[in-house]
């Protein structure tokens, strides 16, 4: 070290270029999260997770039978639940009659987590981790 200069001094002045390389090697990658290859033919919604805590479409409709895609494109782990067990505000979340709830458990960042649905109604999920900065979303399903 330097005569004359205190300790840690380097340290703090290369921390903030370390953080901007960083930043930017993120951003080259497309920040929120690694690409992924289009759906495959038999998903006909794709709903994203991203890293500003919420799903992208945020209401999606499809028709019974069909397969909804989530795929986390943040940088931090996130669910898909309608379990009410699981969650703090259980009003926040239902499924129709007759249908099971579900919760996908942990999606990891570059993870896909994939449903079908056979029973028609309305389906309100949450994120688990992320249910009180409002990271929630609507599947409605048609007969």
Not at 9 to 18: A, E, K, M, Q, V
Not at 19 to 45: E, H, K, N, R
Not at 79 to 92: A, I, S, Y
Request: hydrophobic share 40%.
């Amino acid at each position: 070290m330097a005569a004359g200069v205190p300790a840690g001094t380097c340290w703090r002045r290369i921390r903030p270029l370390l953080a901007a390389l960083l930043l930017t090697a993120l951003a080259a990658c497309g920040f929120d999260g690694p690409a992924y290859a289009p759906p495959p033919t038999d998903v006909a919604a794709v709903v994203e997770m991203t890293s500003g805590l919420s799903f992208v479409a945020a209401e999606v409709t499809i028709k019974v039978g069909d397969t909804v895609e989530w795929r986390n494109r943040s940088l931090q782990a996130h669910t898909v639940t309608t379990d009410p067990v699981q969650v703090r505000q259980p009003r926040l979340v239902s499924v129709p009659e007759g249908a099971k709830v579900f919760d996908s458990g942990p999606v990891w960042p570059g993870e896909i987590y994939r449903r079908t649905f056979t029973v028609p109604g309305r389906y309100q999920y949450t994120c688990v981790p992320h249910e009180r900065f409002g990271m929630r979303g609507v599947i409605i399903v048609e007969p």
